[in-house]
């Protein structure tokens, strides 16, 4: 019996406004009239999921930044990872200044980037928290001012794709590198997905990895949809992330209609 949904969000339950239609918003209502309990897996920071989680009533799990934090149902922060400060200033080195847009999150919530430019509000826009310039983000790490847990990298998607590269060549075994979006690039503590959060997660809860449903769209949920037989990939996502999942939605209110009938039929075995 499926006893956890994991959702994404971007391009999974939120649309392209960031809005939750009203056809999912009603599944998800119907999913915990049914005894299912919720966990959001984003890319995103905790507190922009809270902002974008408004219109739900109900108490959710939340793994945030591709892994790196964790907060249970009521808040309560169950783990979190960060770069050692030495990998942070190499990392934030790979690149010129001004080759991407790039943004140091960090696991409290804040994120900064080096130089503001015109470039920047677009993607600000895109994060929903405000950012904050510094200069210095070396030095600042490492004095142990800020613990840097993910880094993003904006362009166009194929010089992204040969920056993965790069950093997959420079750091082995040091990271993990998601393309996130069609023009990001997020670079994470090594052992940091949304699956390794997820076995975290279930473990505190004590459910089996069969208990729980993934649904996603991008190459950050792959690892949520290795770790159960339950994955459901959004129809509109790209043919890499279809072929992973077991079944393919047009919504997440379809995927919903699909573990309630699921768990169902297992009840009447």
């Known amino acids: 019996m499926i006893k956890l949904i994991v959702c994404d969000l971007d391009g999974t339950l939120l649309d392209h406004e960031k809005r939750i239609n009203n056809r999912d918003l009603r599944a998800v209502t119907k999913a915990y009239d049914h005894g299912f309990e919720l966990c959001i897996a984003s890319g995103r920071m905790n507190a922009e999921i809270q902002i974008l989680l408004q219109p739900f009533a109900n108490p959710y799990y939340a793994v945030g930044q591709n892994g790196a934090t964790i907060h ?13 400060p030495e990998l942070s200033t190499q990392l934030l080195q790979v690149t ?37 310039t510094h200069t210095d983000l070396e030095g600042a790490i490492a004095a142990d001012h800020m613990r840097c847990s993910k880094i993003s990298y904006f362009g166009e998607l194929d010089k992204l794709v040969q920056l993965e590269a790069k950093f997959n060549d420079r750091f082995p075994g040091q990271i993990e590198t998601f393309i996130s979006d069609k023009d990001c690039l997020d670079v994470m503590p090594c052992s940091v997905s949304k699956g390794d959060a997820l076995r975290l997660l279930i473990q505190e809860l004590r459910i089996a990895p069969d208990e729980i449903a993934c649904i996603g769209d991008s190459f950050n949920d792959l690892s949520m949809f290795a770790l159960t037989p339950h ?37 009447t075995k």
Not at 232 to 256: G, K, P, W
């Open 72 to 84: 249970l149902n009521d808040q309560r922060l169950l783990a979190s990872a960060e770069f050692p």
């Open 96 to 132: 010129e200044r001004n080759e991407f847009i790039n943004f140091i999150h960090c696991n409290d919530d804040s994120y900064y980037v080096r130089e503001w430019s015109e470039a920047v509000p677009p993607y600000e826009a895109r994060i929903i928290t405000e950012i904050s």
């Open 231 to 267: 994955s459901f990939a959004m129809s509109e996502s790209r043919a890499e992330i279809r072929s992973q999942a077991n079944t393919v939605v047009h919504s997440v209110a379809e995927a919903i209609d699909h573990i309630i009938a699921y768990n169902y039929m297992s009840s």
